[in-house]
């Protein structure tokens, strides 16, 4: 496998889980009944569409072709918490426990990736600055958390 291709597969598995973020909460935000959470999932899904877009940009900047959507697993974690939902009454707890432990996981991702030492500066700086942005969100979610608990 060339040098290229194995970047860019790291990359699409990072766009994969962008998607199936920014689809999860788009989920949440239709899940939830307060105004201010409703705007800060929409808000986190706008980012990680955003995300997205770079990393595409990316991913073809290195001739690869970019992932179109999300995976199976995320499609699964998102239908399972649309069922949780359900049953929880929209419990907004919930929703945010479950949108904490997929941030989390993202974090992971990243962590993980930026292991790599064989990203060029731009890419390395590009995923940097979306780790530190998904940590925020986490710091978010655990604030949000606390004032509904």
């Given at each position: 496998m060339k040098y290229t291709e194995k970047i860019s597969n790291k990359l699409n598995e990072?766009?994969?889980?962008?998607?199936?973020?920014?689809?999860?909460?788009?989920?949440?935000a239709d899940n939830v009944d307060s105004a201010s959470l409703k705007i800060f999932f929409k808000k986190r899904a706008s980012e990680r569409s955003q995300f997205a877009k770079e990393l595409r940009t990316e991913i073809l900047s290195y001739g690869q072709i970019p992932e179109d959507?999300?995976?199976i697993k995320g499609a699964i974690h998102r239908n399972w918490m649309s069922l949780k939902s359900l049953f929880s009454g929209n419990n907004e707890e919930a929703i945010l426990e479950e949108a904490i432990r997929g941030e989390k996981a993202s974090l992971n991702e990243y962590n993980e990736i930026l292991k790599e030492q064989a990203f060029v500066p731009s890419t390395r700086k590009m995923l940097e600055n979306q780790k530190q942005q998904i940590q925020s969100a986490i710091n978010t979610l655990k604030l949000e958390e606390h004032l509904v608990s």
């Open positions: 990072l766009l994969e889980k962008n998607y199936d973020a920014e689809k999860g909460y788009l989920n949440s959507n999300g995976s």
